[in-house]
């Protein structure tokens, strides 16, 4: 199984393959603070992020939208 920091982010569509119980449970072991959630029937990965003040979560979702922007 690859290392998920060397993979590329691809946005999600209907039609993309469907992550596995199997591939989960490999893979959850290199994001062990994510959760895999149902929501409206669709599985999705969850993490809760907590900051002492406004100005660390601005600074985290800054840095979050630059990552997405270099990823396209």
Not at 15 to 31: A, K, N, R
């Amino acid at each position: 199984m690859t290392q998920l920091v060397q993979e590329k982010c691809v946005a999600c569509r209907a039609d993309s393959p469907h992550v596995t119980g199997e591939e989960i449970v490999q893979l959850h072991p290199q994001v062990p603070d994510w959760s895999v959630i149902v929501q409206d029937g669709v599985k999705r990965l969850e993490r809760v992020f907590r900051f002492p003040d406004f100005r660390q979560a601005l600074a985290f979702t800054d840095a979050v939208g630059a990552t997405a922007e270099a990823e396209g």
